[in-house]
């Protein structure tokens, strides 16, 4: 299984999609987060492995 | 990735940004190099990046910080006044700190609390209370200009919020570059074309540390609610945020919302601080402070 993690939310998906179906499938718009794998960011076309932990970062701030 | 220059790699990405900026600068007439710009910064990525790429791009460039004196649990303004200060230190720049409650007796939620423009969120005090403040330091320290860390996304809030409102005031004022005017320091938002997701990546890979949580008060706020909203568009038509900040940009060049007939704003100095405002007697800030 794949882990993303938003703040203290953690959601578990299916290996073999990209980013950017497993940000769709949890519900969240690409455009307002990054994603960080083992140190590096990842971009939307990544395809998302087997025990991979992804680390999402908001990027939205109110002002 | 469709509308972003994320897929460049790192080391590219990293030149991007600052020479992008650096552009845009000139494009828009913010500043030039023999000009002294203070940068307002908070403590999170946006302006914090905006004083490393000035910075980087060897502008004369120091920075201000406000003490909102936000705290709670989080401790909002305690920890975003840590981060800043670590940032000017490592990178040996000049920064101002401005206490608001040690200026004036009063921190912004209580300032908010005695005015009657609060009313359950002091964001429209801290608004009224930043501007005085950067204006008062630009003046008293010669600044020739004051640069803000606004993104696409914050200027794309704002224009919807107007455009919902056709406040034709606003839509006239929001520019990249707000000309100085007497006692008013020249106001420049040198990010504006910059997707925040692309502010959030330069932030990541450059390594810089700033405030992750959200001032409290803004959560559940209107701009947040229309971005995600302008995201939600985005997602479904890539590049419809950028078009529709330069499409107005352009709109108003060729002459759109401009005045029928000019008609100028009379300014007149606040007798107790001494900027300008259109107000009959003391400025807005000048009468939230007297109240408490
Ligand atoms: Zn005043």
């Given at each position: 299984m794949v882990k993303l993690i938003l703040r203290n939310q953690e959601y578990e998906i299916r290996p073999g999609v990209t980013l950017l179906a497993a940000l769709k499938k949890i519900g969240l718009l690409p455009e307002a987060v990054l994603a960080v794998r083992a140190g590096e960011m990842i971009l939307e076309d990544e395809i998302l492995q087997d025990g991979d932990v992804v680390k999402l970062v908001a990027v939205i701030s109110g002002g | 990735m469709r509308h972003h220059k994320l897929a460049l790699c790192k080391e590219h990405y990293l030149e991007w940004i600052p020479a992008q900026t650096a552009r845009f600068i000139k494009k828009y007439w913010m500043f030039g190099p023999d000009e002294r710009v203070l940068v307002a910064v908070s403590g999170g990525k946006d302006s914090?990046?905006?004083?490393?790429?000035?910075?980087?791009l060897g502008y004369q460039v120091d920075g201000l910080y406000l003490g909102l004196g936000i705290d709670g649990e989080a401790g909002y303004s305690t920890e975003s006044h840590r981060l800043t200060e670590k940032f000017a230190i490592e990178r040996g720049l000049k920064l101002h700190v401005v206490d608001i409650q040690q200026e004036y007796g009063a921190s912004i939620p209580m300032l908010a609390e005695k005015s009657r423009r609060g009313q359950g969120r002091p964001c429209s005090v801290c608004g009224v209370a930043?501007?005085?403040e950067m204006n008062r330091i630009a003046r008293d320290f010669g600044y020739d200009v004051l640069a803000t860390g606004h993104n696409l996304d914050?200027?794309?809030a704002v224009l919807f919020a107007n455009s919902l409102a056709w406040s034709?005031?606003?839509?006239?004022?929001?520019?990249p570059v707000l000309h100085?005017?007497?006692?008013?320091?020249r106001k420049v938002k040198p990010l504006c074309r910059f997707y925040e997701k692309?502010?959030?990546?330069?932030?990541?890979?450059?390594?810089i540390e700033y405030i992750y949580?959200?001032?409290p008060f803004a959560i559940g706020s209107t701009s947040i609610y229309y971005k995600e909203m302008l995201n939600r568009l985005e997602s479904d038509r890539p590049g419809a945020k950028l078009a529709y900040y330069v499409k107005f940009l352009e709109s108003k060049k060729n002459g759109m919302f401009s005045p029928p007939t000019s008609q100028e704003f009379i300014l007149t100095p606040c007798p107790q601080c001494g900027?300008?405002?259109?107000?009959d007697g003391l400025c807005s800030f000048c009468k939230i402070v007297r109240k408490t």
């Open positions: - | 914090l990046s905006l004083w490393d790429i000035l910075w980087r930043k501007r005085h914050d200027e794309v034709v005031d606003l839509l006239r004022r929001q520019e100085e005017s007497d006692g008013l320091a692309e502010m959030a990546a330069y932030a990541l890979l450059r390594g949580e959200e001032c900027q300008p405002t259109s107000a």
